[in-house]
């Protein structure tokens, strides 16, 4: 799933969101006062990857549950993901019901009962 359908997705919700190009601006976002329900961060990004935005956010005392999102089905994603710091992983496309699940758990929608 990329930006643009997420956003249109999220936004469906009422869920507002801001994305960064990589994750040197997502740290930036956040540096600047940026307030988040919730991070999801792509490991490939330009500049600086998910794992090192994710350390980089932990080191900074950001709390908020950050999802980590790979291309890549493999265990050493997901351990790198989570020894990072993230609090969930996902591989992408991330599906429109996975999107759901997820957001119902850390309670960003209401629980839809499907």
């Known amino acids: 799933m990329n930006r643009k ?16 190009e ?14 988040f329900d919730m991070i999801l961060i792509d490991k ?22 950050i999802v980590g999102l790979t291309g890549n089905a493999l265990e050493s994603d997901r351990n790198q993901f989570l020894a ?11 599906s429109r019901h996975q999107l759901v699940k997820l957001l119902e758990a850390y309670g960003l929608i209401p629980c839809s009962h499907d």
């Open 5 to 20: 359908i997420l956003r249109r997705l999220l936004a469906s919700f009422n869920v507002e969101c801001e994305d960064a």
């Open 22 to 35: 990589d994750g040197k601006q997502a740290i930036e976002l956040c540096q600047a006062g940026g307030a």
């Open 44 to 65: 490939e990004m330009p500049v600086m990857d998910g794992h090192e935005a994710t350390r980089e956010l932990r080191a900074m005392g950001i709390k908020v549950p």
């Open 84 to 94: 990072a710091g993230v609090d969930d992983f996902f591989t992408k496309p991330l």
